[in-house]
């Protein structure tokens, strides 16, 4: 499919389309077009069909969209026709908040086991875990094979974190520590900082 | 300055900016480099003396940018030369999470207060505030002049919410509940939907 030509801007926006073709489902709609679907997510239907087409096929003119279809479609390319296990590192309010969340498993993830390297929170529960030893982090992280981590411990600590996941083999990392993380490059870092998302719409305001 | 012209895209890069550039001054340093805040931020030198640049003159070509200038600038362009009040809607993990969070006040923002419909929530407290009846929620909001929220309730509840936070007048919303939110011309939304930014990643793995 040329996969590796297709620009992150068209890859960001597939994740919307799925969540927004997702709610459609539970509503049990069958089919939708690219008009509606943009309406939904605030993208020109042009857009749609042109992000859509780069993959495939997957709309019929004059019918529109088979919406459990290219669902399974969009779950297939972004790699979410399967579940990832997810690692948690810092059982702060964040990260207890995170491994209650329930918002994960129908789109792909799921939350194994959550770190912390404080003592007095070590053995308490975060949800339905156990917090573990952050000591022991790098060996278990390794031997699950866990390739997705959440990472919300302090700023100061973050990028020590990073560095020792990265060391277990963890591939992506969703950064609520509000620091900028350096990784080897093929390691994909997306940022989770609500002061930075809230400045961005100060600026129009 | 003709500020109408400048691309979103520029625009979401400032707060990053602002965000290394306040790491460094913590950590004592009073010049940077184009090429020093780019490694920091994953953003070429070129483009950060692009983005810069479109704002005016704030670097000299050889001595680079004083960062405590260039954090004032930033903090100008994006309006958080100033504390914006917010509100939180939903006192669920998230909602509580976030009235504790302590990483607001030196980015621009301030929570005022929290709301909940839930009367087994409302007068407990989140942090320092007190749950308040999301009944009150529309009157309470429009006397404060609170213009920017953050949305932690449900996702079944979320358009409704949002429509009377509109009615509000609040102007900005972080919206944490995972649905596309409709909202008239003149407000932003932002999404912090970790499931999204999850998929996002996994594409790449």
Redesign the interface.
């Known amino acids: 499919m040329g996969t590796e030509k297709i620009p992150d801007i068209t890859?960001?926006r597939?994740?919307?389309y799925?969540?927004?073709l997702q709610?459609m489902a539970e509503k049990g709609l069958q089919t939708t077009s690219s008009q509606e679907l943009g309406?939904?997510?605030?993208v020109t239907a042009a857009q749609i069909r042109k992000d859509i087409s780069q993959f495939g096929e997957f709309g019929k003119q004059g019918t529109g969209y088979n919406i459990l279809f290219l669902i399974a479609q969009l779950r297939e390319?972004?790699?979410?026709n399967r579940i990832?296990d997810?690692a948690i590192i810092g059982a702060g309010?964040?990260g207890?908040?995170?491994a209650?969340?329930q918002?994960?498993l129908d789109?792909?993830?799921r939350v194994l086991t959550i770190f912390d390297k404080d003592a007095e929170k070590i053995g308490d529960k975060a949800g339905d875990f156990i917090i573990q030893d952050a000591a022991r982090m790098v060996k278990k992280i390794r031997q699950a094979g866990i390739?997705?981590a959440?990472l919300t411990v302090p700023?100061a600590e973050a990028q020590e974190v990073t560095d020792q996941l990265v060391q277990a083999g963890v591939?992506?990392i969703?950064n609520y520590a509000?620091?900028?993380l350096?990784v080897p490059p093929d390691i994909?870092v997306?940022?989770?900082?609500?002061?930075?998302?809230?400045?961005?719409?100060?600026?129009?305001?």
């Open positions: 890859i960001s597939l994740p919307i799925l969540r927004a709610r309406e939904l997510v605030g390319i972004l790699k979410v990832w997810m309010d964040m207890r908040a995170l209650r969340y918002g994960f789109r792909g993830f390739k997705v959440m700023v591939k992506a969703l509000p620091i900028n350096t994909h997306q940022y989770m900082d609500p002061a930075t998302h809230l400045q961005w719409m100060t600026y129009y305001l």
